[in-house]
């Protein structure tokens, strides 16, 4: 096989895309659904606290704004690899989807704070040591959760 200088600059610029997507040096990140964990670090209207005990997270939501803030019972889970975040998977994810009721909880303006109880080991096959984000989306409880939406992150360590 011959090589030509146009195949060895198409391959030293495949191996340097590659290198740049591995270290997330783009905002490429198929795992996040096409959104930056990272926007989530500086929502000061919603504070988000994660606690683990055990086999539990408690998660407090602390609600600095002036408006009532509503949220559901849905959740992600992110696992950090490096400088990336993964999402974890619940068990059986894949195969036959994730199903959540329905249910919408008031959080009410000014301070006010509320903690929700999320068992972990149940929901997925075991949580490996490292850092972990619990992902969750609140709504103005005016608009409801189809309307405009505030995703807030808390985090924790397995050990």
């Given at each position: ?66 408006d ?7 959740f ?55 850092e ?5 989306d ?22």
């Open positions: 096989m011959k090589f030509t200088r146009k195949k060895i600059v198409s391959l030293l610029i495949c191996v340097v895309a590659v290198f740049a997507l591995d270290r997330g040096l783009f905002a490429l990140n198929f795992f996040v659904s096409g959104r930056n964990m990272e926007r989530f670090e500086n929502q000061q209207s919603v504070e988000m606290q994660v606690r683990l005990d055990g086999e539990t997270a408690y998660v407090q939501l602390i609600n600095n704004s002036d009532d803030k509503g949220f559901g019972e849905e992600t889970l992110y696992r950090r690899f490096g400088w990336r975040w993964r999402r974890v998977f619940f068990r059986g994810e894949l195969r036959e989807g994730v199903f959540w009721r329905s249910i919408a909880f008031l959080l009410p303006a000014n301070g006010h704070s509320t903690e929700v109880e999320i068992s972990l080991y149940h929901r997925f096959d075991g949580l490996r040591r490292g972990y984000r619990i992902v969750k609140v709504f103005f409880e005016d608009t409801g959760p189809r309307g405009d939406n505030i995703r807030v992150a808390g985090g924790f360590t397995v050990h």
